[in-house]
């Protein structure tokens, strides 16, 4: 999967000034384009394009994935939470496992796109 920081990379030397001045990518905002490629990529078949769990795999799932344009449960959510889940699962933080943990596919700063695309579900 191309890195959003490859662009960056490409530009200039190959010294690692980047690295030197500090610039960490997990401390950069979420991309909402990249998560939105990968969501609809890996994510959407049991999430749904439009976020409610209605994708053509989440309809059969034992747990039906959460409404992720319910504000009222979402909101609540700590960004962290929703992190920890995509990254290693849902049965690491106690919900079902057929959420499945993403953190062989996915990098740290992936991972906040994706959490980044999932908040943009609920509207308010
Ligand atoms: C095989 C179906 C499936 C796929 C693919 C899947 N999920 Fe899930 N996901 C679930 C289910 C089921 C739950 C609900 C777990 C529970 O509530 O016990 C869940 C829960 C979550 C949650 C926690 C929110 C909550 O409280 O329900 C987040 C965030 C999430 N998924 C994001 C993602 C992202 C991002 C991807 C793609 C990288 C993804 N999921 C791919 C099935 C899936």
Redesign the pocket.
Known sequence: MPSPSSAAQGMGTMSNQGMIAGEHPTTRAGDLAAGKA??TT??A???GDSGK?D?S??VS??????D?TNCA??TP?PDD??FK??KDG?AA????R???P?KD??EDPE?KD??A??RTFCKK
């Open positions: 990968s969501y890996f994510c078949k049991c999430h769990g994708g795999a989440g799932l034992q747990t039906k994935p959460r992720f449960e979402m959510m939470m929703l889940v995509i849902g933080s106690g919900m079902s057929e959420m499945p993403w596919a996915f991972i994706l959490v695309y999932v």
